[in-house]
């Protein structure tokens, strides 16, 4: 059975920084490609960032420069560096896998407001 659980969401003020992780099981991590996902109120999920099984990466432009994408295969875990938090970027975190076939999980909740 394949979990993806994410943690580390949460309010912070804009100009904030929060790291997201995302913890996976049932799944040989190190043949997975990961990705961040957000979905705001009354908006398409879209893709945030990505990282291939090769440590290739990938930016939405609305996070370039501002969002870090990294994994840890002794750990089974993806990571998502967020810094200078705008209020845009208030949405539900999606983490996905895909290997073999594609795995979500439950996403956490980032508010970025004053």
């Known amino acids: 059975q394949v979990q993806l659980v994410e943690s580390g969401g949460g309010l912070v003020q804009p100009g904030g920084s929060l790291r997201l992780s995302c913890a996976a099981s049932?799944?040989?991590?190190?043949?997975?490609?990961m990705y961040w996902y957000r979905q705001a109120p009354e908006k398409q999920r879209e893709l945030v960032a990505a990282?291939?099984?090769?440590?290739?990466?990938n930016y939405a432009d609305s996070v370039k420069g501002r969002f870090t994408i990294s994994r840890d295969n002794a750990k089974n875990t993806v990571y998502l560096q967020m810094n200078n938090l705008k209020p845009e970027d208030t949405a539900v975190y999606y983490c996905?896998?895909?290997?073999?076939?594609?795995?979500w999980g439950q996403g956490t909740q980032v508010t970025v407001s004053s």
């Open positions: 996905n896998a895909w290997y073999r076939a594609t795995y």
């Open positions: 049932g799944i040989i991590f190190g043949d997975a490609h």
């Open positions: 990282i291939t099984r090769s440590q290739n990466t």
